[in-house]
């Protein structure tokens, strides 16, 4: 196949594949797909050695890197700030109901710590424009083809870096209006996500977004729209496309992999999970997102709830405790199975197996091309 799009990132089928594990990323990418490595979680010296790995283990394939700079953020324009002196600002009261949330269901308090290091004293926040290009002069390294935002108009800088190296740069947005602004601001590649999505999202749904954004932009200036959202099989793709798209962008399927960063007890909930099992919630990062339900979401949407904080700081207060949720439970505590959830799209309900990367993207370009031949063979009748 080769579409516009296909070109343009130098792949063989229009399918993206969003991930925060570089064996994901590489594994699509080898398949024929194209990988997007999610950069925020790392620090640059963590990113380099991400990408210096995904290089040796690509075959050459394309691949890109996504970050997140948001464009409402309280502290956007703090400096010298750290994650950790953040953090000391988050309320008492916030805090306290994450202890007792978490005593509840036997996590206990002195493992809600941050073994990670996300806040480590001078570990700097990623959202803010300053760091995040540090994350992309590091990617610019390394052979990228696509550098892609969400949550808002990326900035200049990245526009201008982007356009420098000659790689195009994409933006993820939830309302054809959003959509508008991108290209007005120069963006190269609109990737349409609707409100079924994993992780941040919108309130429009895939369907009726796509045709929008698409109609919205094309008297502004001819750029390729990518659908998003609840898209886990090649009919899936192959109606979008039929839509209008060029191609498709996708999150949850690939933590149903075998390469995936989550755990084999978030994998099995997926497996037995409903499309009706998400919750669209501020819970985790202070901004709507969705997510598996779990007594974590329904906590913070309860009576008793202090209220999610805005991003950073509700991110700085759940990803601990969640951390610790996840390593109670893999320790052999049932209860605190009742908390672990992790950024999944409705589509989940469409997933009945852990199965590779490789396999997932073959499934793809089956189901992609039996629906076209479908499709082929009732406009000959």
Partial sequence: MKTPLCQMLGIDFPLVAFSHCRDVVAAVSRAGGFGVLG?????????????????????????GVDVLIPENLPVKDEKDVTTRSLAERIPQQHRKFVRDLLARYGVEVSHASDPEGLLRPDARLSLQEEVALQLLEVSFRHPIRLIANALGVPPRSMLELGHRHGVPVAALVGAKEHAVRQVQ???????????????????????VLVPEVIRAIKPIRNVPVLAAGGIMTGRQMAACM?????????GSVWLATTESEVSPIFREKMIAARSRDTVR???????????????W???WEGPDSPGPLPMPFQTLLS??????????AESGNERACELVTYFVGQGVGLVDSVKSSRTVVQEFMQEFAEALEEMQTWMAE
Avoid: N
């Fill in 297 to 299: 979401t329904d906590a």
């Fill in 242 to 250: 039929a839509m209008g798209a060029a191609g498709v962008w996708t």
């Fill in 319 to 328: 990803e601990p405790a969640l951390r610790a949720a996840q390593r109670a």
């Fill in 39 to 63: 950069a925020t979680a790392f620090t640059p010296e963590q990113l380099e050695l991400e990408l210096k790995w995904i290089d040796d283990h690509i075959d050459g394939k394309p691949y």
């Fill in 281 to 295: 919630s501020k819970c985790r990062t202070g901004k709507y997102a969705r997510q598996l339900r779990s007594a």
């Fill in 185 to 207: 601001a120069g963006v190269d590649i609109i990737v349409a996500e609707g409100w079924e999505a994993g992780g941040h999202c919108g309130e429009v749904s895939t369907l």
